[in-house]
């Protein structure tokens, strides 16, 4: 249990590297740094990694099959989403584009998943390269120095009455990073960046599901709702098809659902109980019900994430986006845990975890497709949020939300110019869009 | 003093789904340490500081029983070394042949003092298992043990009954099953399991051990509690005052208060 890479003269370490939260980020982490030589400790508060999770579902999974090529085939993933579903709801009616392409299935681009069930898998991959999984410890604070250059750095996580050195930590402890506000790397969030997830499970029989969704086999439908779902509050739902269940969710902006004097437990009884959507959850039960909050600050929101022995990695950092349809935490969790590993190695290997030890980490980031597509949406308001309803001309919306909807890990294009270029190549003309389009709205 | 625990890797009631009908389906549900088993370690580990003994922690079961995860939970609550019966020939055995097999486990570990237990199985619930065991064994059994502590032949034995405490001295082997407040079981720390990685595991084989056949009970029928008279009364709590008032009132009328 004792450090693979011990130099004479430096201080005893417990671990190489520290790695606090067993969701998608700390796993991933954890297991690239275990396959890279380290010795590894994955410390989870829950009882069993997952247990503490709540996700609407929809993993990009794309990122995910760089670390363990044709993963879909073993993890346990729900169904492999073939076709995305945009409803705009009204008080009495609902309009829906159904997006199902081809382009959406091979190879699989998104995949739905229980974290109940997947978080355990990819900690589990983790353990077996050699990484100590220690659920059911909540890590307190963390341990600091002043290193050689004068600067603090961490050194360890204190857990109770116990300490663990280690000559890295990673922060991959969530939405809140109690670890990577307490250093001064995050402040506690204004509340227009965070959003209130408010999501239920609901059991239905597989072929119901089938039959509902028009899905078959493991195949299933990601529908995202906007409109009078939420009441007027910034934010929109979820509807996504699992194996034998449905994940029925609102994300609601906290600083929106306080200004409207409403909970969010409200909200998602108007919405789960919206005419709308009687037709796809009748008879349904509910088996789980649970409500978190989600990082909504975009790129406002990453600061530095890295300094003297921390690498802070997935929403600890602050790394999610949503573009009004989609809510994406979990592919850039696991696209940041790839960087972080990766300078993490580089560092330990080099003897230098300082702040300048540990920048390449930064650097990887700014180059992978996570701080890219952070930096696209960071500009682009909820682009398709307007623009989605151009239903009537559907080869051109079908390759608005091929280009939106598929997710193979290079960076995303703004979405204006995903539009645009789309546009380009349909035969509409511009003018005939713009007023074709809003009469057709007006129309529905 | 050789003290074994015996103890049960059991579904969490936590991920457990009630049906409506009040049916129980486990089949969501991840494995734990059987809530009342940790005090039964937590009460051997005491005993056997004060009297310089070991602790074995004993656990049989389908093959789910041993993992990673469930050892370190085992073994980080206060145990020296572990031995594990894990074969899916037992995935569905009663009470009975569990403490058939516990029994024979015992055996074969040998030189046995005492053997702690919780008090019942937080899945099952029949509180059956340690006194099956002792008759197994031969050996004294007792329920409802609220404290145990050392003796200069043997361990003094409170159990807290209906009728009041009594205080008991035994000098033989004997199994003991645990109340859930004899003693508070510590929380696992850091260090508690990185140490659990590093003590002994000895998996017995099912075909290895002496199990007598046992006889085996046919349920004929079954009846759930009695969910009592229930009004079903739901006040509206988005006003907190008259949420209260209605509340007394109601409770008024049910002649409750
Ligand atoms: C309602 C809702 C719907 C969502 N829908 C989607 C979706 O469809 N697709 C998508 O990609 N993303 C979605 N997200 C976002 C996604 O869930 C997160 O971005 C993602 O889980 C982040 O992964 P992570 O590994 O960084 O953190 P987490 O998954 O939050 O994991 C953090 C872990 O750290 C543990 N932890 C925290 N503090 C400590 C501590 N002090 N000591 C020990 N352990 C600790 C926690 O228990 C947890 O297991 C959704 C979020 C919500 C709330």
Same mark, same amino acid.
């Given at each position: 249990m004792t450090a693979s890479t011990q130099d004479a003269g430096e201080p005893e370490v417990d671990f190489d590297v520290v790695v606090v939260g067993s969701g998608p980020a700390g796993s991933v982490a954890a297991y690239r740094l275990a396959q890279a030589g380290l010795s590894v400790v994955l410390i989870e508060r829950?009882?069993?990694?997952?247990?503490?999770n709540l996700s609407g579902g929809v993993l990009y999974g794309r990122v995910l099959d760089e670390v363990f090529p044709g993963f879909a085939d073993e993890a346990p993933v729900e169904r492999r989403i073939t076709r995305h579903v945009t409803t705009f709801l009204t008080p009495d009616s609902s309009v829906g584009i159904d997006y199902a392409g081809r382009a959406l299935a091979e190879p699989v681009n998104a995949v739905t998943v229980l974290r109940a069930r997947f978080d355990p898998w990819l900690a589990g991959k983790a353990e077996e390269a050699g990484v100590f999984l220690m659920p059911g410890v909540r890590v307190d604070s963390l341990l600091t120095e002043t290193g050689p250059d004068g600067a603090t750095r961490v050194v360890g996580v204190q857990a109770g009455d116990d300490q663990l050195r280690a000559r890295v930590v990673v922060a991959?402890?969530?939405?809140?990073?109690f670890l990577a506000r307490s250093i001064g790397l995050?402040?506690?969030?204004?509340?227009?960046?965070m959003a209130v997830g408010v999501k239920a499970v609901v059991k239905l029989p597989r072929g119901v599901i089938e039959d509902r969704f028009g899905v078959t086999g493991d195949e299933g439908a990601a529908h995202a709702i906007v409109g009078d779902c939420t009441l007027g509050i910034g934010g929109g739902g979820f509807l996504y098809t699992n194996t034998e269940s449905l994940s029925l969710g609102v994300v609601l902006r906290l600083d929106d659902l306080v200004r409207s004097g409403r909970t969010a437990i409200e909200v998602f009884e108007h919405y789960s109980q919206h005419p709308g959507l009687a037709h796809y959850l009748r008879d349904g039960e509910i088996v789980e019900y649970g409500s978190h909050l989600v990082a909504e600050?975009?790129?406002? $929101?990453? #600061?530095?994430?890295?300094?003297g022995g921390l690498v802070v990695v997935g929403e600890a950092a602050? +790394?999610?986006?949503?573009?009004g349809l989609t809510v994406r935490g979990m592919d850039l969790a696991i696209g940041s845990a790839i960087a972080a590993s990766d300078a993490v190695a580089e560092a330990v290997a080099a003897g230098d975890v300082s702040a300048a030890g540990l920048a390449g980490y930064r650097r990887r980031l700014d180059a992978s497709f996570v701080m890219q597509d952070m930096r696209t949406y960071a500009k682009a308001p909820a682009f398709l949020e307007r623009?989605? $309803?151009? #239903?009537?001309?559907g080869e051109l919306a079908a390759s608005i939300f091929e280009g939106v909807f598929? +997710?193979?890990?290079t960076p995303r294009k703004h979405l204006t110019k995903v539009a645009w270029e789309a546009f380009r190549r349909s035969p509409v003309r511009a003018r005939q869009l713009v007023s074709d389009g809003w009469a057709g709205v007006k129309a529905l | 003093m050789k003290i074994v625990v015996a103890y049960k890797w059991a579904p969490n009631p936590q991920d457990a789904e009630v049906a409506p009908d009040g049916s129980v389906d486990w089949s969501r549900a991840k494995g734990a340490v059987?809530?009342?088993d940790p005090v039964a370690f937590e009460a051997a580990r005491q005993l056997a500081d004060a009297t310089g003994g070991e602790v074995v922690g004993l656990t049989v079961g389908a093959?789910?029983?041993?993992s990673p995860l469930a050892r370190k939970a085992a073994l980080s609550?206060?145990?020296d070394r572990l031995v594990v019966v894990a074969d899916?020939?037992?995935?569905?055995?009663?009470g009975t042949r569990l403490a058939a097999v516990l029994a024979a486990a015992v055996r074969s570990i040998g030189d046995v003092d005492l053997v702690l237990a919780g008090d019942?199985?937080?899945?099952?619930?029949?509180?059956q298992v340690p006194m099956t065991l002792a008759g197994q064994l031969g050996w004294l059994g007792m329920a409802a043990v609220s404290g145990v502590t050392p003796s200069a032949d043997g361990v003094v034995v409170e159990r807290d009954l209906p009728g009041g405490i009594t205080t008991l001295a035994l000098t033989g082997p004997a199994v003991l099953a645990v109340t859930t407040d004899a003693v508070v079981p510590r929380v696992p720390g850091m260090k508690d399991i990185l140490g659990a990685a590093k003590k002994p595991v000895e998996v017995v084989p099912l075909d290895a051990l002496e199990v007598p056949d046992v006889v085996a009970a046919t349920t004929l029928s079954g009846s759930r509690p009695e969910t009592g008279n229930r009004r079903g009364v739901i006040i509206d709590g988005a006003d907190a005052s008259s949420a209260a008032a209605e509340l007394v009132a109601a409770l008024r009328t049910a002649r409750a208060l």
């Open positions: 829950g009882e069993a990694p997952g247990s503490k991959a402890d969530g939405v809140n990073s995050r402040r506690k969030e204004p509340t227009n960046h600050g975009g790129l406002a $929101m990453v #600061g530095e994430v890295a300094t602050g +790394l999610t986006i949503n573009s623009t989605g $309803m151009y #239903g009537a001309y598929t +997710l193979d890990g | 059987s809530e009342y093959a789910s029983v041993d609550r206060g145990l899916d020939r037992l995935a569905d055995a009663d019942s199985s937080v899945d099952v619930a029949e509180g």
